[in-house]
């Protein structure tokens, strides 16, 4: 029970990742505000979240790339909610697969709104209305394209490492208001969107990719559950201090008490950098 007594608010909480992560926070012990576009999806999503014992859950429909609509959300909170604990940005979109020369660019610019800027705003209005005596906590949500190049999804692929850059600006503006914020590279974890690589074909996914999101669409994929696991980690007080990183949930030991160590020591470790000519000898 490591959020007891923490309000969590997360977009993108209706489904998916989202969902799985608020089903973590609520077992943990937090309050959760869901909030996504879909009425719907949060009705459904809000009804199983109350079976669970003790349950406290609230839903809002919420576009996050609209500013204004952001804003209006920013002050709901503050008046259904005693004090936030932390902010989870979880809501996504593939937006346009293909070659750049050949995407439509308002679907392009759509994908940006969203991914990057949605969380811009969420991270710009709830970062003033924090108010927990303890540590506050922003976890982004990464993902393809943000640590290699991810052609023919470029608008993903771009608003995600922006996003990663974005959330190690913001961790060292942040931080004498004792507000800790990281950003979760998931995996490969099988969700909706991976229906739209099926959908368009091999041509304009580009077939490497295509047949890779096949086979592990039949295998599974990575469980959220690690996800959810590493989110409820970052929005506890133990990762009081850990800061600035972007933190691979299935690849990453970031369990082990020597591998969140160097997250606090070492300012570089686990961030987008350049580095030439130099030689890692020594393993974690």
Excluded at 159 to 177: G, P, Q
Excluded at 199 to 206: D, L, T, Y
């Amino acid at each position: 029970m490591r959020l007891r007594g923490k309000n969590i608010v997360i977009t993108g909480g209706s489904l998916g990742i989202g969902f799985v992560v608020a089903k973590k926070c609520v077992a943990e012990g937090a309050q959760v505000v869901i909030a996504a576009r879909n009425q719907k999806d949060l009705l459904r999503s809000v009804a199983e979240l109350k079976g669970s014992p003790g349950a406290a859950v609230h839903s809002y429909s919420l576009d996050v790339s609209d500013l204004n609509k952001v804003k209006a959300f920013a002050s709901w909170c503050v008046n259904e909610l005693s004090d936030i604990s932390g902010l989870v940005n979880c809501a996504g979109v593939y937006g346009p697969i293909g070659k750049t020369t050949a995407v439509d660019l308002q679907e392009f610019r759509e994908a940006i709104n969203i991914n990057f800027l949605g969380a811009v705003y969420m991270c710009s209005f709830f970062a003033k209305i924090m108010k927990s005596p303890s540590r506050k906590k922003i976890v982004n949500y990464s993902g393809g394209g943000a640590a290699s190049p991810f052609p023919n999804y470029s608008a993903y692929a771009t608003s995600k490492i922006a996003l990663v850059r974005y959330t190690e600006n913001i961790a060292l503006e942040l931080a004498a208001e004792n507000i800790d914020a990281n950003c979760i590279a998931p995996g490969f974890v099988i969700t909706r969107l991976h229906q739209q690589t099926l959908a368009v074909g091999s041509e304009a996914a580009g077939a490497s990719f295509y047949e890779g999101t096949r086979k592990q669409m039949e295998s599974g994929g990575v469980p959220p559950e690690k996800a959810a696991d590493l989110t409820a980690f970052l929005l506890s007080a133990d990762s009081d201090g850990i800061t600035g990183k972007f933190i691979s949930a299935p690849w990453d030991p970031w369990d082990s008490p020597e591998f969140q160590d160097k997250l606090r020591s070492d300012k570089d470790f686990c961030t987008i950098r350049r580095i030439d000519n130099k030689s890692f000898f020594k393993k974690l």
